[in-house]
DNA sequence: AACTAGTGATAGCTATTTTCTATTATAAAC
DNA sequence: GTTTATAATAGAAAATAGCTATCACTAGTT
């Protein structure tokens, strides 16, 4: 029979299990249970007939063995994942599978035109969307599960490259003829107490707003939080306090049926919207086309 | 999920076709049904989406952008091979898995001695044997079947690196008090017409003690051939003719209870014994270690 | 010494993937 | 117009990989 190589999985596995030095979380990065990754670890051991790992000890050594093997594994991955760059560059940009992550202030402003335009101009691209904070489409990139994600900046980002597409200016939303604040002439630092509602903790909208405004004293904000933006409405609409609401918002119908008023903020009272993939990707032209469908809603 | 990789069986297979042209032929070297080889060349057709073969004219045509793959692929490939030479090197010479070939005349009166010597100074060593014809092993050993062959030379192969082992001289064998040939006096030529006995063709046993022998014409030679040496014995036992004997079987039981005698050809007549693996093989130093193991027997 | 927390290995079962045999479809050759 | 050659498809069987639950071992703690 053929020579038995070993699989890209047990590799992907191994390299898992060097960079984390612990069988459970290598487990975990790989989106497999603890005793199928040992399996896999044990059959690679088995399959090379050398020992890779100390488990001796409390904790996971790698041999030095098991290191140049770690290093040739990945040079062998890589040369895989070359394969996948010379088909996909054969291809028109823009096509097959791509996956997205857009946080949550941006999706429901944004999609809703550029999904219809995207489908027209690469009807072959095959686009996956996940949404979820900053934070979280950060990881799910890093880990390779995100191609490129669309985010807020500035956000505090390592081993990425962005490319910045429009400022989103906030606006105050209050309720019209609030008891809180006189739209038409008004300064934040004289508003009631907790007075201003903002999204809750892990919303780069709450860090951005509350940059924007300038805001001198946190007991300014309320201590309630809204966990969506149509709820923060709900509230201003109840006149519970004022918010800060970005631009792009402001076209959608988020405000319909409400009556909060709204005014721009001092010109430099913007979040940026970007688009953000892993440095060195090799999609990069591919994300910079994507970067160009992208515009600023309803100008 | 993480980017899906090609298998290291679906390029294997792809290069196979890449070389065959041929679904069929490609699917049988690579020891798979016809189907399951199409069901794995389509799957990668699929997961790089990219054409990789023309299946449109009478003949199977492979696409510019297959080849780059093919070529790509086979890179990674290497880089699989090398981690496990990498685990080899690591370890005992001639540990582990070997697969040795050899031909059936130098099988039985070399391995009797050679597997217990070997098992004792490499108790690691996982032997696997296969016994054949010379173009047979060789054609195994090509296509990566077979490690290393043991085989009697001079035979014409390429692509192979070789080591000679020891000479291995032919001696004339008929039986005692023979009506053919005077042993102790005789010229071959001499010799009534098909009274020499040899194996049948594809034996490289044949041909050497052919050239050995050095006779001038095929009419000496008996129609009538053996399969195997001990066949080929109990004919000259049974004075059917006189035949030649390589001296390794001498040593053996081959001709106990029978009535023959041999006596030595010229000294130049002999086949050699050589240790033969395909050139720029990673074990070439295992091999030549396993080549200082095989000595000529019973001296 | 017994207890607990942390960690990797093992067992038994399930789901998925791969392969096989048999058959079909299609195009060229006679 | 049949025959031949070749690859694709269907459906069942076999092999592989995965999961949950549990065990076994080690190091600190009580």
Known sequence: MRLNLPTNRQLQYFIALEKHRHFGKAAEACFVSQPAFS????????????????????QVTITAIGKAIATQARLALTDMEVIIDIARENQQPLSGHLSLGVIPTIAPFL????????RKSFPKLDLFLHEDQ?????E?????QLDVILIALPYRLRGVESLSLFRDNFHLACRKGSRL???????????????????EDGHCLRDHALSACKIRSL????????SSLLTLVQMVDA?????????MALHSNLLKHTHIITRPLAKNSFREIGLV????????????????????KGE
Chains 1, 2 share one sequence.
Not at 111 to 118: F, I, T
Not at 239 to 247: A, K, N, R, S
Not at 286 to 294: D, H, M, N, S, V
């Open 239 to 247: 006149d519970l306090g004022v918010t800060f609401i970005p631009e």
């Open 219 to 226: 007991d300014k904000v309320s201590k309630i939080t809204a």
């Open 181 to 199: 604040i006189d739209p038409e002439n008004y300064v934040i630092d004289n508003l009631p107490e907790e007075s201003v509602l903002l999204l």
């Open 111 to 118: 999609l809703p035109e550029l999904l219809p335009r995207l």
């Open 39 to 58: 399996v896999a670890i044990q059959e690679l051991e088995s399959l090379l007939n050398v020992q890779l790992v100390d488990r001796n000890k409390k």
């Open 277 to 296: 993939w892993r440095k060195g990707s090799r999609r990069t032209k591919e994300f910079k086309l994507l970067a160009g469908q992208i515009q600023p």
């Open 134 to 138: 900053t934070e979280r489409v950060y």
């Open 140 to 144: 799910l990139m890093m880990q390779g």
